[in-house]
């Protein structure tokens, strides 16, 4: 492709997205299309020679965007809706275009500082400890596998030239992510030492519980080395008790990990750090901007008060990685199992200096506005409950009728193309679960999911 060729096409890709950013409600918000047609639709081997590109935008309009489910539609609320934004598309763009990779310091130097500066603004807009290190994960999965590994490497040193040994054990609520427990069976301590505390009436860790679990495992011999609280559980965005937890972990030198992937954003608004609590206390911490924090995805940001830990698991320098040692030249592949680092971090300092954080916050105080306003017409309506208090942005709700009726309801307001919500379990029933947390979702969408879900339960 020559420069000019690139121009027009570059030109061409930018309008596409720019149409696209202006109006994604002109696509149904979930993909219409079956299992596997997209998979038909498509040559079943590669060209043996270069198309032109206006063919492949052509077929990228016409075949692509079909099998697209829209995540930046604003009637997008299932799971937790992630709000993508220009100034981060433009650094994904740039950091795509310099194509770096950030192994080393030397590798390219703006890879490793501009992620060791945005994360400090990040500390610093978020009210977390000055002297967290940071670093930039693709996401929250690998961020808590990487502190479950550095739980097992404090508790175990010699893991790491032993392999892991048996009878460490993992401490987590019912509620949090699977990821945690993936991380705990990726650095081969298993699932049957992952204890799964009970939660209370508002899905939140029982610390008395937790006690009673970590006392019955130091009694049969075992090593309790980490527990998982979650901030913004992703059900129902429950707070787990983090300053009695933190408790416990001083108490027994157990690694305490905070999963804020989905939460962790709110922290730039001081009216939502109460939720936030203990979290200085913490051993590490994940938080994801490409969730709820206008960044595209992937971003995953982590936190540690004990990078040596980190290190110590992680570090290991072949001949061909040398570099000379200098304590300004971080080496991040020093911190984790990825070698090759994109440069993540320049989405995420174009969407800070282009929103900043009272920019932020406001975008994410109307989110959580919309979601309490939503929580009070539901409480207003006889027929419909809230499954679980509503924090934030997500709101649990059911129609007061069996599970197959709120799967029902579910299926019409998704059968629209306008809405899209998901669903959960809650105390062993189904639930309806929107999420609100798209920088372009307005309370007149708000307003529609709920006329649809009224609509769902008239039609049963
Ligand atoms: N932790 C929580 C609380 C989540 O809700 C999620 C995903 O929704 C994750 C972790 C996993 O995030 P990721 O997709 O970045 O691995």
């Given at each position: 492709?020559?420069?000019?060729?690139?121009?027009?096409?570059?030109?061409?890709?930018?309008?596409?997205?720019?149409?696209?950013?202006?109006?994604?409600?002109?696509?149904?918000?979930?993909?219409?299309?079956?299992?596997?047609?997209?998979?038909?639709?498509?040559?079943?081997?590669?060209?043996?020679?270069?198309?032109?590109?206006?063919?492949?935008?052509?077929?990228?309009?016409?075949?692509?965007?079909?099998?697209?489910?829209?995540?930046?539609?604003?009637?997008?609320?299932?799971?937790?809706?992630?709000?993508?934004?220009?100034?981060?598309?433009?650094?994904?763009?740039?950091?795509?275009?310099?194509?770096?990779?950030?192994?080393?310091?030397?590798?390219?130097?703006?890879?490793?500082?501009?992620?060791?500066?945005?994360?400090?603004?990040?500390?610093?807009?978020?009210?977390?400890?000055?002297?967290?290190?940071?670093?930039?994960?693709?996401?929250?999965?690998?961020?808590?596998?990487?502190?479950?590994?550095?739980?097992?490497?404090?508790?175990?040193?010699?893991?790491?030239?032993?392999?892991?040994?048996?009878?460490?054990?993992?401490y987590t609520s019912e509620q949090a992510?699977?990821?945690?427990?993936?991380?705990?069976?990726?650095?081969?301590?298993?699932?049957?030492?992952?204890?799964k505390i009970p939660v209370d009436?508002?899905f939140r860790m029982i610390p008395d519980a937790l006690?009673?679990?970590?006392?019955?495992?130091?009694?049969?011999?075992?090593?309790?080395?980490?527990a998982c609280a979650t901030?913004?559980t992703?059900?129902?965005?429950s707070v787990d008790p983090v300053?009695q937890i933190?408790?416990?972990?001083?108490?027994?030198?157990?690694?305490?990990?905070?999963?804020?992937?989905?939460?962790?954003?709110?922290?730039?608004?001081?009216?939502?750090?109460?939720?936030?609590?203990?979290?200085?206390?913490?051993?590490?911490?994940?938080?994801?901007?490409?969730?709820?924090?206008?960044?595209?995805?992937?971003?995953?940001?982590?936190?540690?008060?004990?990078?040596?830990?980190?290190?110590?698991?992680?570090?290991?320098?072949?001949?061909?990685?040398?570099?000379?040692?200098?304590?300004?030249?971080?080496?991040?592949?020093?911190?984790?199992?990825?070698?090759?680092?994109?440069?993540?971090?320049?989405?995420?300092?174009?969407?800070?200096?282009?929103?900043?954080?009272?920019?932020?916050?406001?975008?994410?105080?109307?989110?959580?506005?919309?979601?309490?306003?939503?929580?009070?017409?539901?409480?207003?309506?006889?027929?419909?409950?809230?499954?679980?208090?509503?924090?934030?942005?997500?709101?649990?709700?059911?129609?007061?009728?069996?599970?197959?009726?709120?799967?029902?309801?579910?299926?019409?307001?998704?059968?629209?193309?306008?809405?899209?919500?998901?669903?959960?379990?809650?105390?062993?029933?189904?639930?309806?679960?929107?999420?609100?947390?798209?920088?372009?979702?307005?309370?007149?969408?708000?307003?529609?999911?709920?006329?649809?879900?009224?609509?769902?339960?008239?039609?049963?």
């Amino acid at each position: 492709m020559t420069p000019e060729e690139f121009r027009r096409h570059g030109y061409q890709a930018i309008d596409w997205i720019a149409d696209y950013l202006a109006r994604p409600e002109r696509y149904p918000v979930l993909a219409q299309v079956k299992p596997g047609e997209l998979t038909d639709a498509l040559p079943a081997a590669g060209p043996e020679r270069g198309e032109p590109m206006d063919a492949i935008m052509a077929d990228f309009e016409r075949l692509i965007v079909p099998a697209v489910t829209h995540w930046n539609h604003p009637g997008f609320m299932a799971y937790f809706a992630i709000s993508a934004s220009e100034p981060g598309i433009l650094g994904e763009l740039l950091a795509t275009a310099l194509n770096l990779n950030g192994m080393l310091w030397k590798s390219s130097p703006v890879v490793t500082e501009l992620e060791q500066v945005t994360l400090r603004w990040l500390r610093k807009w978020t009210a977390l400890p000055e002297d967290w290190f940071g670093c930039i994960y693709d996401t929250a999965s690998v961020g808590s596998m990487h502190a479950i590994a550095a739980a097992r490497q404090a508790a175990d040193p010699q893991c790491r030239t032993r392999g892991a040994s048996q009878g460490l054990v993992v401490y987590t609520s019912e509620q949090a992510h699977s990821s945690i427990e993936k991380g705990a069976i990726a650095v081969g301590i298993g699932q049957d030492f992952v204890r799964k505390i009970p939660v209370d009436a508002e899905f939140r860790m029982i610390p008395d519980a937790l006690a009673a679990a970590i006392e019955r495992d130091l009694a049969a011999g075992l090593r309790p080395c980490c527990a998982c609280a979650t901030v913004g559980t992703t059900s129902t965005t429950s707070v787990d008790p983090v300053p009695q937890i933190a408790d416990l972990c001083q108490r027994h030198g157990i690694w305490l990990h905070v999963d804020a992937a989905y939460a962790g954003s709110l922290m730039v608004a001081p009216e939502f750090r109460w939720a936030f609590a203990g979290c200085d206390r913490a051993d590490s911490l994940v938080t994801n901007p490409h969730k709820w924090f206008m960044t595209p995805v992937d971003c995953s940001v982590f936190y540690t008060r004990r990078p040596d830990v980190l290190r110590a698991a992680f570090s290991l320098i072949p001949d061909y990685l040398t570099s000379a040692a200098d304590p300004r030249a971080v080496n991040l592949m020093d911190y984790g199992v990825p070698l090759g680092r994109r440069f993540r971090a320049l989405k995420l300092w174009f969407v800070m200096r282009s929103f900043g954080r009272e920019g932020i916050a406001n975008l994410l105080r109307a989110q959580v506005q919309l979601a309490q306003d939503l929580a009070r017409e539901v409480d207003a309506d006889p027929r419909f409950e809230r499954t679980a208090p509503t924090p934030f942005s997500v709101v649990c709700l059911r129609y007061k009728g069996t599970d197959d009726e709120n799967r029902r309801i579910q299926d019409h307001v998704n059968s629209t193309g306008e809405i899209f919500i998901s669903g959960t379990v809650l105390n062993g029933r189904f639930t309806l679960r929107l999420a609100i947390g798209n920088r372009t979702t307005k309370r007149e969408h708000v307003e529609r999911a709920w006329a649809l879900i009224r609509e769902g339960a008239e039609r049963l």
